[in-house]
């Protein structure tokens, strides 16, 4: 009896663990915040004017934003900038290459606050402000979601908006969990 009662508090433990884990962060938490042109937002336009203010596929390498000291800064506590990285997608005034590094330097988010960009980049791509490319960055793992591709709160928000932005191979190629097995801890 003793080794049931066990069995069942270790299975009621690991569920309510994943549960938790697969919970977003709670988005209200940002209405308090103002939408300023903070260090995120700067950093952005800063290394977009840099670059003549050309479009983000025109880069030899999209990723190269990160080889930045200030980036790195940013892309290692993205949490702090949750809110600005939301307001900065958000904008009709932000171009979409600046959207695009905006979600690359949000790829490290801890899971919670990722599944809440998940969730927010939904609804902008169907709002029109961000494009497939931006959502298609946001959905492709790498960085935190490389880790939570098996995830049932991830793949569901993936199944959901990568119809949109990725062909049926893509979309069973990822799914499949080979970037985790070929980039384990990168994906960049």
Known sequence: MKRISCLLLAVALLAIGTWRIGA???ERACA???????PLTRFVADYFKQNDERAWQEDTNVFD?????EADGIARQPQRYYCEALALLESPARTQSEKVYTSILMLKLPIDHYLGL??????????GRID???LGFVLKPRGT???????PQWR???????????SAPQRADILSG?????YPGAGF
């Open 145 to 151: 979601a490389l880790d939570y591709w098996w995830l």
């Open 24 to 26: 977003p962060v709670d």
């Open 118 to 127: 998940m969730d927010h980049s939904h609804h902008l791509y169907q709002a």
């Open 156 to 166: 569901s928000r993936f199944n959901r908006d990568a119809p949109l932005v990725f």
């Open 178 to 182: 080979k970037y985790w097995f070929d």
């Open 32 to 38: 308090d915040q103002p939408a300023y042109d903070g």
């Open 65 to 69: 934003i990160l080889a930045s000291p």
């Open 132 to 134: 497939g490319t931006v």
